[in-house]
């Protein structure tokens, strides 16, 4: 099982980006998604989560500002990302609790990491 996040990139304050991650290889179910970000000199942090049936949760810092999303038939998670600041700048990893095969139990994995980079 691979997590491949895209859409990472520069922008300016107050601008978009769309995050997308899809999970690829031999995969039975996927629980919950998500999306944590880690800036320099800082611990990763849960940005956003949605669950199986579509419930989401957001950190305080980005509420009303990105919205996650997914695509079950894809295997795919999404993170809507506007008026971005400075404070936004980190890398983005996604994340997806996934159960291979009926004969393994459920456990998180990590895409590789999506820079995005808010100038002011």
């Known amino acids: 099982v691979q997590l491949q996040a895209s859409g990472g990139g520069l922008v300016q304050a107050g601008g978009s980006l769309r995050l997308s991650c899809a999970a690829t290889g031999s995969i039975y179910s996927i629980g919950d998604m998500g999306w944590y970000r880690q800036a320099p000199g800082k611990q990763r942090e849960l940005v956003a989560r949605i669950t199986s049936g579509g419930g989401t949760n957001y950190a305080d810092s980005v509420k009303g500002r990105f919205a996650i999303s997914r695509e079950n038939t894809k295997n795919t998670v999404h993170l809507q990302m506007n008026s971005l600041g400075p404070e936004d700048t980190a890398v983005y990893y996604c994340?997806?609790?996934?159960?291979?095969?009926?004969?393994?139990?459920?456990?998180?994995?990590w895409g590789q990491g999506t820079q995005v980079t808010v100038s002011s």
């Open positions: 994340n997806a609790r996934i159960q291979m095969s009926v004969l393994f139990n459920t456990r998180d994995y």
